[in-house]
């Protein structure tokens, strides 16, 4: 609470050097009509910093997270799709989104956002994928070109509207063949036409089995990593910035702010 007060109280004063600052030009000019509402707005900013520094605005500040216990049960299976889809993506929320690179067996290549890829091991290093299908029932092109040419680049991209608009740009349903790559200017890596320049990093994975969802139309694809494309060999300590899908239709940066680092999962030392 409070970092939210000192951030506001920061805000707020700097509201008012801005305001005393157009003032003074307003004198300089002969504008005396204007001055009385830059003083009452000064005026009205320093009362509240004078609230927040005297504890009256506390509740303002007090947590927002606190949650009603989950008594309700919800049936999933009596749920329309659209209705079923929206609890369990906002339930399961936020997960990193990626840009997946493919290419077909004539060199064709295909971008797809995906929100559906897991690391399930790291010994060896495997992920899965949750690939459906089109409206037409053919396989997702994602899908196609990991049978046919076997190598797939998960581009992680950045926390930006920049980011989200080429995840929007190539989630576009296109023809099998047509470059989702050609909607949007997207500059590649020398050499890596499926490795984003703009992607915070990159896993390069190869296909190795799918397995079809029972009673589903999806496919679950597991993919082995055969390398990690980043800025530099240091390895992070902490999870990256990247963008995230929250909620059904959504993009979102990664959660920020406190973190609490969990070690009983090593045993004892």
């Known amino acids: 609470m409070s970092d939210e007060r000192g951030v506001v109280a920061s805000f707020l004063k700097k509201c008012n050097v801005y305001a005393e600052a157009s003032i003074e030009r307003k004198r300089e000019r002969g504008e005396l009509d204007d001055i009385p509402k830059w003083e009452a707005y000064i005026e009205f900013n320093q009362h509240a910093l004078e ?11 007090e947590d927002s997270n606190a949650y009603d216990p ?15 889809s929206t609890w369990l993506n906002s339930v399961l929320s936020p997960r990193p989104v990626v840009v ?15 929100s559906s890829v ?12 949750s690939l459906s299908i089109h409206k037409d029932k053919r396989p997702r092109d994602t899908l196609h070109n990991l049978r046919t040419t076997g190598t797939v680049f998960l581009n992680v991209m950045p926390a930006t509207p920049r980011g989200a608009t080429i995840v929007d740009e190539t989630a576009t349903p296109l023809p099998r ?5 050609a909607l949007i200017e997207m500059k590649t890596v020398d050499d890596q036409p499926l490795l984003l320049n703009e992607a915070v990093a990159c896993i390069e994975a190869t296909y190795v089995e799918e397995h079809p ?3 589903a139309v999806a496919t679950l694809a597991v993919l082995r990593v055969k390398a990690v494309w980043f800025s530099s060999s240091t390895v992070p ?11 059904r239709d959504d993009m979102t940066p990664s959660p920020e702010g406190w973190t609490q680092r969990v070690l009983k999962h090593y045993g004892p030392v």
């Open 118 to 129: 897991m690391q399930v091991s790291t010994a060896p290093p495997y992920l899965t994928a």
């Open 213 to 215: 969802l029972p009673d």
């Open 70 to 84: 989950p008594l309700l049960r919800l049936d999933i299976d009596a749920m329309e799709h659209v209705e079923r």
């Open 100 to 114: 997946a690179g493919t290419t077909d067996e004539h060199g064709g290549r295909n971008f797809a956002p995906l």
């Open 51 to 61: 609230e927040i520094a005297n504890g009256t605005l506390d509740r303002w500040f």
């Open 177 to 181: 063949g047509q470059d989702e790559g």
């Open 237 to 247: 300590t902490g999870g990256l910035h990247v963008l995230c899908q929250h909620g």
